[in-house]
């Protein structure tokens, strides 16, 4: 992890413009909050590697982000390892707004580099706006990483019927401030403001039924284990017992 925060590893050659296709607007979960529109960011995990990531941008003429490269997938190879990119805001000094569709799409640049383990992203926007920047990546599953740059409040989404925070299965850190299911049966976890306190946030995530299922396999070996250690003594104490015969025969 040290190696992941360490400047060498964020330090690459210059960013270089690049173009990426437009994504697709409902294929991201955009919440609009009841009061002061604020920095945030949310990951929606999936079981198939797949993470949608939705920030919001407050008052900002641009976005960088920091995205982990994923040795496993040829998806995260070269280029910046991105896609379906959706970029909507509003260009007014508004700081409340009462739905999504007072926000528009932006015209915008899209410039990157990247080092041995991480590609960095820089979205460049045509006006300061209030708005979401959103794309899709992909990374290794049953882990989430991600790196604190800014202060805004995090939001890590788990798959239906996951869960985290087991000492042996899956540990966060640091821990989050709030963790809650929604109608949908998903955990979100939830940190408010973390950086700079700390430098990232890693979830190691399972499925829910795990560690019931592990405990009963442990229960199941206890058992076994146990009546294996009663056949193997009543089975040396009848080994004495003729033995005992044996020499009592002899004398």
Wanted: charged share 25%; aromatic share 14%.
């Amino acid at each position: 992890m040290i190696a992941f925060t360490s400047n060498g590893c964020l330090e690459s050659k210059e960013l270089k413009q690049i173009e990426i296709d437009p994504g697709d607007f409902s294929e991201y979960e955009f919440k609009v909050p009841e009061g002061n529109f604020i920095n945030s960011s949310t990951f929606f995990l999936y079981p198939n590697k797949t993470v949608r990531a939705v920030y919001t941008v407050v008052n900002a003429p641009r976005l960088e982000v920091v995205v982990p490269k994923d040795i496993s997938s040829v998806k995260s190879g070269k280029g910046p390892g991105i896609d379906n990119l959706v970029i909507i805001g509003n260009t007014g000094s508004f700081m409340v707004f009462s739905g999504i569709n007072e926000f528009s799409n932006i015209s915008h640049n899209v410039s990157y580099s990247e080092s041995s383990r991480n590609k960095k992203i820089q979205f460049e926007f045509a006006d300061t706006i209030n708005g979401y920047v959103a794309y899709t990546y992909y990374w290794e599953q049953s882990l989430f990483y991600h790196i604190l740059s800014r202060n805004e409040t995090v939001n890590v989404v788990l798959p239906e019927g996951y869960d985290t925070g087991n000492i042996i299965f899956g540990l966060l850190k640091p821990k989050p401030d709030t963790k809650r299911l929604d109608d949908q049966n998903r955990m979100w976890l939830i940190w408010d403001n973390p950086n700079p306190k700390y430098q990232y946030i890693q979830v190691k995530y399972y499925k829910s039924s795990l560690p019931t299922i592990m405990g009963f396999v442990g229960l199941v070996l206890l058992v076994a284990s146990l009546v294996t250690a009663i056949y193997f003594k009543n089975e040396i104490r009848k080994l004495r017992k003729k033995r005992e015969i044996i020499d009592k025969d002899k004398e």
